[in-house]
């Protein structure tokens, strides 16, 4: 079956730096068009970036010049480098898998989700 498998996350002071990986198994990895999404307490799942297989990222505007996403089709993971963390950041941090070459940034068009990582970022 399919497995989405988030790791990296943890508790860091604002302005510092964390990397989250999301290694897949069970599917065609090079095929699909990935994104993170991260939910707040009280809040509903959000947007945070996109990679699809042209090589193309979207960014929502709250990361871009933060953040930034990869992938390692050869280790069947994608990386979120994020910088400059703020407390606003603090989020369960959530990978997920779309196929196809279209990026989205609507949770509901991603197939497969890992599990999510918690990211906290202290003031």
């Known amino acids: 079956q399919v497995q989405l498998v988030e790791s990296g996350g943890g508790l860091v002071q604002a302005g510092g730096s964390l990397r989250l990986s999301c290694t897949a198994s069970?599917?065609?990895?090079?095929?699909?068009?990935m994104g993170w999404f991260r939910q707040a307490p009280g809040k509903q799942r959000a947007f945070v970036t996109t990679l699809n297989l042209s090589g193309i990222t979207n960014y929502a505007d709250s990361v871009k010049g933060r953040f930034t996403i990869s992938r390692d089709n050869a280790k069947n993971t994608v990386y979120l480098q994020m910088n400059s963390l703020k407390p606003d950041d603090t989020a369960v941090y959530y990978c997920?898998?779309?196929?196809?070459?279209?990026?989205?940034?609507?949770?509901?068009?991603?197939?497969?989700w890992g599990r999510g990582t918690q990211v906290t970022v202290s003031s």
């Open positions: 997920a898998a779309k196929l196809g070459d279209s990026g989205s940034i609507y949770p509901e068009t991603y197939r497969y």
């Open positions: 069970g599917l065609t990895f090079s095929r699909y068009t």
